[in-house]
Nanobody, 118 residues
């Protein structure tokens, strides 16, 4: 059974920092591309950042320079380190795992709430 479990969300003031974690089980973590997505109230889920199986990273323009994605294959963990947080970063953050071969393997976590407010 595949599980992605996010943690680390919470309430933070504007300009503050927060780190999210995603623990995976039931998959060969090292071969999966890992992403973070977020969904704000009333909005569609949007891509935030990704890290491929070979460690290549990418991020949406609005978070570049503020958010850093990383992974620890030995611990089957992916992280999202967020700094200089803004109220518009408020959303539920989701961990996402994908692997494409002859089939597509695609899994989502349950999400963790991040609220940026004074």
């Amino acid at each position: 059974q595949v599980q992605l479990v996010e943690s680390g969300g919470g309430l933070v003031q504007p300009g503050g920092s927060l780190s999210l974690s995603c623990a995976s089980s039931g998959i060969i973590f090292s071969i999966y591309n890992m992403d973070w997505y977020r969904q704000a109230p009333g909005k569609q889920r949007e891509f935030v950042a990704s890290i491929s199986s070979d460690g290549t990273t990418n991020a949406v323009y609005s978070v570049k320079g503020r958010f850093t994605i990383s992974r620890d294959n030995a611990k089957n963990m992916v992280y999202l380190h967020m700094k200089s947080l803004k109220p518009e970063d408020t959303a539920v953050y989701y961990c996402h795992a994908t692997y494409r071969s002859s089939s597509i393997y695609d899994y989502w976590g349950q999400g963790t709430q991040v609220t940026v407010s004074s």
